[in-house]
């Protein structure tokens, strides 16, 4: 399941969705907006996205992450809008009868959301009325 | 002639002032459409680095283009 919403995030929900009877293992990622970056104090984001064309790319990743790891769910939401520091931006779930499988595709998911589905990310500075989309380079594991 | 919906985000919703227009002229390919959209607006941005998609899927930029179909010049991404 891959979802795009401006609404926080319910974790008891996200969770339930990993159930599975088979399961062993359950691991979960989940990005804070924090109050740094490059060197310079952020005060809040703005999330944009493109949801009709994040909503398809990232069911494809969830597939291709049940595909390519032996893993029973798969979940990832992502919020877009305005946040504050320490808000919760996405979550990412998996589970898997066991631990390595669902460590490997939750990192997968995850990598592979910041790469190609159409969320941008703009940050705004503490005493400046700079703000600048950030730009995720290929290869970063921030 | 053909008339296309285009969708802007981000840098390309504040260059514009808009999230979304109809443009009509004699396009080709999402190639044609960003070089009509040079000409309106004063874009500095490297076609290099941008991705397009047609109809909400990823397209290239020879793609041909139809009547009332919707295209989007989609910048490096940043989610997560």
Known sequence: ?142 | MITINLLYFALFREVTGKGQESLSGEFKSPEDVFKSLGDLYTLDIDKGILQVAVNDSFAGWDTALVEGDTVVFIMPVSGG
């Open chain 1, 1 to 142: 399941m891959f979802d795009i919403t401006t609404k926080q995030l319910d974790l008891d929900v996200l969770k339930k969705s990993l159930e599975n009877d088979a399961a062993g293992a359950c691991v979960f990622f989940e990005g804070w907006v924090r109050n740094h970056n490059d060197g310079r104090s952020v005060d809040k984001l703005e999330y944009e996205c493109y949801e009709a064309l994040a909503k398809n790319e990232g069911a494809v990743i969830i597939a291709e992450a049940k595909e390519k790891f032996a893993i029973h769910e798969a979940s990832c939401v992502h919020r877009y809008g305005s946040m504050e520091i320490g808000d919760l931006a996405i979550w990412c779930g998996v589970s898997s009868s066991h631990r390595k499988a669902a460590f490997e595709a939750c990192d997968y998911i995850i990598d592979q959301v910041k790469l190609r589905v159409p969320v941008w990310k703009k940050e705004f500075y503490t005493g400046s009325s700079d703000h600048v989309w950030v730009r995720q380079e290929p290869g970063s594991t921030y």
